[in-house]
């Protein structure tokens, strides 16, 4: 037996004994039309901001256990008021730690249609879905046979609920298209052995355009869901969906709302600061993470005594250390000090060095991640390096990168693709160029000479400007 299978048992179990507890004839006479336009709010989204979310509300899951052990309903709601298109609410109990009380109180906190998240099997959770105020259902069919979805459709659509059709294989996107469904989710997660797969999206909407005609095309909301954790998928996958089903990747992060600007709006350093006042204005404009130079032939140096002074300024800055062929012993010395939040990587560096270094970090026991420095001149490289983020910036003459506050071709970017790393985008990134660089898949930019009044010189201004420009876009 699966995963799935032995959820849809104990969930056939948990519903008989909520119909006893709670009769349907008790409420059914009470419920009312949903008042909130799940399908509309998508749409809305997409044309106007470019992307349709749907962020959800959990505390667990079968496949990470235990994910946010604080769940403060106020925060949540608080981060999604600004960037949720509707708000998924999961009330399965017993793998998901929900309940259908959350539905009212999260309705109360939010303008945004709300969606009940379960593993729908009876017509009685529709009806309990609606009483709770749910604008929308989600109906799987990994769970259900074509009739069972049809009756719970019909049910859903009696109070003018929307369906969130949730597909996760060729022979399910087959059954939902002839379903007429106008609502479509590719599940990235295969639900029978919990690993994901974000090219499943691109693979099954191929196959929807495939078969569906012209009218179902323009008639349905194409939503990627499960796997998405940065802006540089988002980003590959708008060429295929309108929208995204978002929970685990935000709830596992500290502060919720600085997780969706990131994912949504996309994540930034500035690199090469040396003042507490350019730390300040970093921090203060945007930046997730401010970077710190250790190679003495920069303009942009900081000594270690210096980076330390900062780090004791600011203790919650999210600070990289940017070293070249630096031994690993002193590389570690610094690392114990600074405890930044990722080292960066920019000299010949090779497998075995970054090996090395990740069994140390390990040692120290704290969560720096290992990011790497890549040249471009004409195309992307035809392996990655076992990293957690790359930075491509410019090749200079000598085949190092950086430090010379050119660009390249970033046509070369439209090579990246679902299995590239997490990638910064770097050099000669400033002001004017910084909304087309954002329109290439990258997760975020990596901005130094840009934000400068003279080399290695931070100018407060030119650090709030290409903020304002790319927050306000």
């Not at 769970?143 to 049809?150: H, K, R, W």
């Not at 790497?372 to 983020?389: F, R």
């Not at 790393?421 to 840009?450: C, H, K, M, Q």
């Amino acid at each position: 037996m699966n995963v799935l299978e032995k959820i849809v048992i104990d969930k056939r179990e948990e519903v008989a004994v909520r119909k006893q507890q709670l009769p349907l004839q008790q409420f059914i006479s009470e419920l009312t039309p949903s008042d909130r336009d799940f399908k509309q709010a998508l749409i809305d989204d997409h044309q106007n901001k470019g992307a349709a979310y749907i962020l959800e509300c959990k505390k667990a899951s079968p496949s990470k256990g235990l994910i946010r052990p604080v769940f403060d309903l106020d925060e949540i709601c608080d981060a999604y008021k600004q960037y949720a298109s509707c708000v998924s609410v999961l009330t399965d109990e017993k793998y998901f730690q929900g309940e259908f009380e959350r539905l009212p109180l999260v309705r109360e906190k939010l303008h945004q249609p709300i969606l009940c998240k379960d593993f729908f099997v009876d017509e009685y959770q529709v009806h309990l879905a609606r009483k709770f105020g749910a604008n929308a259902i989600l109906l799987m069919l990994s769970v259900l046979d074509d009739q069972e979805y049809a009756e719970l459709a019909t049910a859903a659509k009696h109070y003018g609920m929307a369906i969130l059709t949730e597909v996760s294989n060729e022979e399910e996107m087959h059954r939902a298209v002839a379903l007429k469904a106008d609502i479509l989710g590719v599940n990235n997660r295969n639900l029978r052995d919990l690993s994901t797969d974000l090219n499943k999206t691109p693979e099954l909407v191929s196959l929807f355009k495939a078969i569906a005609d012209e009218e179902q095309q323009q008639n349905t909301v194409l939503i990627s869901e499960s796997g998405i954790y940065n802006h540089q998928q988002v980003k590959l996958l708008l060429k295929d969906v309108k929208g995204f089903l978002v929970g685990s990747s935000l709830m596992a992060q500290k502060d919720i709302s600085l997780a969706c600007r990131d994912l949504i709006k996309g994540e930034f350093k500035v690199c090469g600061l040396k003042k507490a006042n350019d730390v300040n204005a970093a921090i203060d404009s945007g930046a997730k993470y401010q970077g710190l130079i250790f190679v003495e032939k920069s303009p942009r140096y900081i000594s270690p005594e210096d980076a330390v002074e900062l780090k004791e300024s600011f203790p919650d800055a999210n600070f990289v250390t940017v070293v070249q062929n630096m031994p690993l012993k002193e590389l570690m010395a610094l690392a114990q000090q600074l405890q930044p939040a990722a080292i960066q990587l920019h000299g010949d560096e090779d497998e075995n060095y970054i090996n090395e270094l990740r069994q140390e970090l390990a040692k120290l026991q704290c969560n720096t991640e290992i990011w790497q420095a890549v040249a471009i001149s004409e195309q992307l490289p035809d392996s990655w390096s076992n990293v957690d983020n790359v930075v491509l910036d410019t090749k200079n003459t000598d085949g190092t990168s950086g430090g010379s506050g050119q660009t390249f071709d970033w046509r070369v970017l439209n090579q990246i693709n679902l299995d590239c790393p997490p990638i910064l985008l770097a050099g000669g990134i400033n002001n004017d160029n910084a909304l087309e660089a954002l329109t290439y898949p990258v997760s975020g930019l990596d901005i130094n000479s840009g934000v400068e009044s003279q080399k290695g010189v931070k100018s407060e201004q030119k650090i709030q400007q290409i903020f304002t420009t790319i927050y306000n876009r």
